[in-house]
């Protein structure tokens, strides 16, 4: 099965990133994005969907400044 | 007294550690692979990039064989030293508390700093003085714990290169034998560049295993 991890920072962690991407939209003329975020994506094929909990805990994710999201059966890339 | 340099694919700062150990003791490396610690009394887990910093700095050398060991040897007691990229990997591995960020500039920092003892009771700052001068460069070194952490070392008021959270530059285990930093003391050993109060945390860690071999 073809799993996805979304990891995201952490609610009330500062996220220069997210900031740095914010500032840049408005000067390329985009307006009215706020909040802006920015994270990490893994996917991959797994046997066993009930172990991602645990692969996000101990590698894929550090919880103490990262929450994380399992979206499982996502459709395979064309060409992998 | 001997140090161990564990050097894993991508340690770029080794060679200043192993030098920096051997001004004050015996020195070795260890490598990644080899969980065998060669009876050292002292490891230093030094910076760099390991196996490509890929994922999170220091998450994947976390798993290295010689990381069971240095776990081992952490937990027993046994004084380990992180710098940098070190401090990166124990926080990942569980023996340091809390995690380091991006810059809040999200640039890289290279540049000499003033910090400030915080615990001059540590084995890893017994010998050092009030103030130390030593240079940073590093891209993630935000240090961040939702928890109280024992501080070693603080960045001089307006010196702070990071946005670390309380100017926090060093900090040790609740056991106090454990010691990660962002700063650079393998870099500051010799009058060349500079300043030499690096080697007092070499100092320091050399007093502190030859006082315990003496009981």
Known sequence: MRARVLVRPKAGILDPQGQAVERALPALGFSGAANVHVGRLIELDVEDPAQLPAMCERLLVNPLIEDYEIVESVPTHAGT | VKFGVVRFPGTCDDV???????????????????????????????????????????????????????????????????????????????????????????????????????????????????????????????????????????????????????????????????????PHPEHAVDDLTGSTDGLTIFESIKQHVSGHALV
């Open chain 2, 16 to 182: 200043d550690a192993l030098d920096a150990a051997k001004r004050v003791a015996e020195a070795e490396f260890l490598w990644h692979a080899d969980p065998d610690l060669h009876g050292v009394d002292a490891v230093v887990i030094p910076g760099g990039f390991s196996y490509g910093d890929y994922l999170r700095a220091g998450a994947i050398a976390r798993f290295a064989p010689v990381m069971e060991s240095v776990i081992e040897f952490a937990n027993a007691g046994g004084i380990v030293l992180g710098i940098c990229n070190g401090f990166q990997i124990l926080c990942e591995a569980g023996l340091l508390p809390g995690a380091l960020l991006p810059n809040t500039s999200l640039k890289f920092v290279f540049r000499q700093v003033e910090l400030v003892v915080a615990d001059a009771t540590t084995p890893f700052t017994r010998a050092s003085p009030e103030r130390l001068s030593i240079p940073v460069k590093h891209t993630t070194g935000r240090y961040y714990s939702p928890e109280p952490v024992p501080v070693v070392l603080r960045y001089a008021r307006g010196e702070n290169p990071n946005g670390s959270q309380d100017d926090i530059a060093g900090v040790c285990n609740e056991a106090g034998n454990v010691f990660g930093l962002m």
